[in-house]
T-cell receptor, first 114, second 113 residues
Framework: GAVVSQHPSWVICKSGTSVKIECRSL??????MFWYRQFPKQSLMLMAT?????????EQGVEKDKFLINHASLTLSTLTVTSAHPEDSSFYIC??????????FGNGTRLTVT | KQEVTQIPAALSVPEGENLVLNCSFT??????LQWFRQDPGKGLTSLLL?????REQTSGRLNASLDKSSGRSTLYIAASQPGDSATYLC????????????FGKGTHLIIQP
């Protein structure tokens, strides 16, 4: 079945540094990739939608200059958390879409900013 | 703006019981509805996907129903097992599936051995 690989699965970084998270569709081409964030005991919240070769569309309240999304190919999207702060500590999950198939999710990245 | 609510927030039952998890959504113009399972600190496992034209889907001991007009879905788990313990998330898709999913906060389920 379709597989989405997300890397790293967990990362600890110091405040002020940047962290890049990769999301790859391994056996299909994803026309659209979505990035979600989940705080403890909260639901997943959509951060942004990215289509290959175009700028990402960010949800209201998500800073596009802080959360840089690049979707350079049909199998890879990256999320870079720039100048990370402790309040950015969260669980980040990507998902990939290749219609008419349903969404496929990565296993998530646990980010801890110290 | 679509809002998804899941009731109950938490549930603890003895092994072997049948149980029902509830999901409601405010905008009935949905493309599909999915139920996911999330284990602590892990990603999502898709359990069942119901298209807007469908009324239910079944997989093993799981059955999900959809009443789009009333904005409700239920996940029925038969003969629960300790391995079913997890958080169950309901998510609604709109915009032909290209708008991402709107998630509920989940039901944290514990099956007591």
């Amino acid at each position: 079945g379709a597989v989405v690989s997300q890397h790293p699965s967990w990362v600890i970084c110091k405040s002020g540094t940047s962290v890049k998270i990769e999301c790859r569709s391994l056996d299909f081409q994803a026309t659209t990739m979505f990035w979600y964030r989940q705080f403890p005991k909260q639901s997943l919240m959509l951060m942004a939608t990215s289509n290959e070769g175009s700028k990402a569309t960010y949800e209201q309240g998500v800073e596009k200059d802080k959360f840089l999304i690049n979707h350079a190919s049909l199998t890879l999207s990256t999320l870079t958390v720039t100048s990370a702060h402790p309040e950015d500590s969260s669980f980040y999950i990507c998902s990939a879409l290749s219609q008419p198939s349903p969404l496929h999710f990565g296993n998530g990245t646990r980010l801890t900013v110290t | 703006k679509q809002e998804v609510t899941q009731i109950p927030a938490a549930l603890s039952v003895p092994e072997g019981e049948n149980l029902v998890l509830n999901c409601s959504f405010t905008d009935s113009a949905i493309y599909n509805l999915q139920w996911f399972r999330q284990d602590p600190g892990k990603g999502l496992t898709s359990l069942l996907l119901i298209q807007s034209s469908q009324r239910e889907q079944t997989s093993g001991r799981l059955n999900a129903s959809l009443d789009k007009s009333s904005g409700r879905s239920t996940l029925y788990i038969a003969a629960s097992q300790p391995g079913d313990s997890a958080t169950y998330l309901c998510a609604v898709g709109q915009g032909g599936g290209a708008d991402g999913l709107t998630f509920g906060k989940g039901t944290h389920l514990i099956i007591q051995p």
